[in-house]
């Protein structure tokens, strides 16, 4: 079983249409959660932690089930600028400094 | 804050030649750095973990010989990529987390080095 695993992409969506992510870790010992953002042939960068009471950082919303080990993403009123590859995070373990495990990423397409 | 920085951002070498890429921790002091590649339409893959004054820790498949790494100094890590092949070509990313971070560890990433060999 894949450590982080994400919906297959692409998904295709139109302006102002809402999308969700969604995915699951298998190391029930992680303790940190990321949503970040790769846009093509740069370096990732962070979109947002996830806690376990989720939260919403203007239209991005996510949402973590420890019990399930479930991680979700959620972008409202889409925008061109949207357009992305959008990585799930966990962490390795729950030791200070453990590296990071990358899904392999959705890939989004807005279109006008 | 937290800015990392690499070095460089592109190289193009011959098959045979080393190359190596530097990671620097601009505005913290990093006891860990990790070094990712990131092959066309892939994931991020971890290679492996550098700890300042220590030997780094690689990941199963990842060959230490080849992909040599310094933590010299709490804000430097060296990957050396030895006797380069075309099949190293990829997109090599560091990262380092902020220790007041603890286990809550978001980390930041440098820009990459895209390396060809040819």
């Known amino acids: 079983r894949k450590e982080v695993e994400q919906d297959p992409g692409p998904f295709n969506v139109p302006e102002g249409a809402t999308v969700a992510f969604n995915c699951t870790y298998s190391n029930s010992a992680s303790q940190s959660f990321f949503w970040y953002r790769q846009d093509c042939r740069k370096e990732p960068k962070l979109l947002m932690s996830v806690y376990s009471s989720g939260n919403e950082d203007g239209r991005f919303t996510a949402q973590l089930n420890r019990a399930s080990q479930y991680i979700s993403l959620l972008i409202r009123d889409s925008k061109l600028s949207d357009s992305a590859t959008y990585l799930c995070?966990?962490?390795?373990?729950?030791?200070?400094?453990?590296?990071?495990?990358f899904g392999k990423g959705t890939t989004l397409s807005v279109s006008s | 804050g937290a800015v990392v920085s690499q070095h460089p951002s592109w190289v193009i070498c011959k098959s045979g030649t080393s190359v190596k890429i530097e990671c620097r921790s601009l505005?913290?002091?990093?006891?860990?750095m990790f070094w990712y590649r990131q092959f066309p339409k892939q994931s991020l893959m971890l290679m492996a973990t550098s700890n300042e004054g220590s030997k780094a820790t690689y990941e199963q498949g990842v060959e230490k010989d080849k992909f040599l790494i310094n933590h010299a100094s709490l804000t430097l890590s060296t990957l050396t990529v030895t006797s380069a092949h075309p099949e190293d070509s990829s997109f090599y990313i560091c990262s380092a987390t902020p220790p007041s971070k603890g286990i809550y560890n978001e980390q930041f990433f440098g820009p990459g080095t895209r390396l060809t060999v040819l």
């Open positions: 505005d913290f002091q990093a006891t860990t």
């Open positions: 995070v966990v962490n390795g373990g729950d030791q200070a400094g453990t590296a990071l495990i």
